[in-house]
């Protein structure tokens, strides 16, 4: 768990301009917060206690604004950039190495095969402020998602998505850019 969150330290001072030292973001990132606390109580979880860990869920949410499942799977390297008023349900998956911003929304929306209900968040993402992605989808490695867009589909790997719903952003080959045009593609390829 020490080295989870030594990682998490070392993404915000890789990913944040604004980090100047890691005591700096050990006493005052609430994301930082918000992880120490949701990383015991994910650990707590997975060995079933029940109380424990909503308690720590409850304290993380109280010191960061952002409320976290203990049953959520957090990746290495996550980087929360400010983070109030964002939810993580249950069943979301976070892989290693995601950016997310404040008023991030990971919530349910029916279930899959396995009983999942919220998104698969793919190694490398970014979660634009204030974006919500509902159901059990997934953003791929490397993708985007803009601020305060509204994703219900699953997002390729690398790809950008934005608005309410989501469309995804036309890929741009340096010919086509150029020339000023793009390659529209559509939700119906993922
Ligand atoms: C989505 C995002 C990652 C795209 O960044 P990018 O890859 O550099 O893409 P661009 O800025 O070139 O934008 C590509 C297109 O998407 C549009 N777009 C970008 N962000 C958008 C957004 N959040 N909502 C709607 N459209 C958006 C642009 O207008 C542009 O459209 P065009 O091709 O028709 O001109 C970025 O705009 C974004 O929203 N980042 C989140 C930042 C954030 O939350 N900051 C909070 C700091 S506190």
């Given amino acids: 768990m020490l080295k989870y969150l030594r990682d998490d ?5 890789t990913r944040d301009p604004a980090a100047k030292s890691r005591l700096q973001v050990v006493l005052f ?28 869920a409850w304290f993380g949410r109280l010191v960061s604004g952002v409320e976290i499942h203990p049953g959520a799977t957090i990746g290495k390297g996550m980087f929360i950039d400010h983070g109030m008023g964002s939810v993580v349900g249950a069943t979301a998956i976070i892989g290693d190495n995601v950016t997310m911003y404040h008023g991030v929304t990971l919530g349910g929306r029916g279930f899959d095969r396995l009983g999942r209900r919220h998104p698969a968040i793919g190694d490398g993402a970014l979660l634009g402020a204030a974006c919500i992605i509902l159901g059990p989808i997934s953003i791929g490695d490397g993708a985007k998602i ?17 608005g309410a719903p989501a469309r995804l952003v036309p890929v741009k080959t ?17």
């Avoid at 606390?37 to 650990?43: G, I, S």
């Avoid at 803009?146 to 934005?162: D, F, H, I």
């Avoid at 340096?174 to 390829?189: L, N, Q, T």
């Fill in 9 to 13: 330290i070392n993404a915000a001072m």
């Fill in 29 to 56: 990132y609430p994301g930082f917060h918000a992880l120490l606390f949701h990383r015991v109580a994910h650990a707590l979880h997975r060995r079933g206690w029940f109380w424990l860990p909503q308690l720590f």
């Fill in 146 to 162: 803009g601020a305060g867009a509204v994703v219900l589909e699953s997002v390729p790997p690398g790809e950008t998505a934005v």
């Fill in 174 to 190: 340096p010919e086509v850019a150029r020339s000023g045009g793009g390659r529209c593609i559509s939700m119906e390829d993922v």
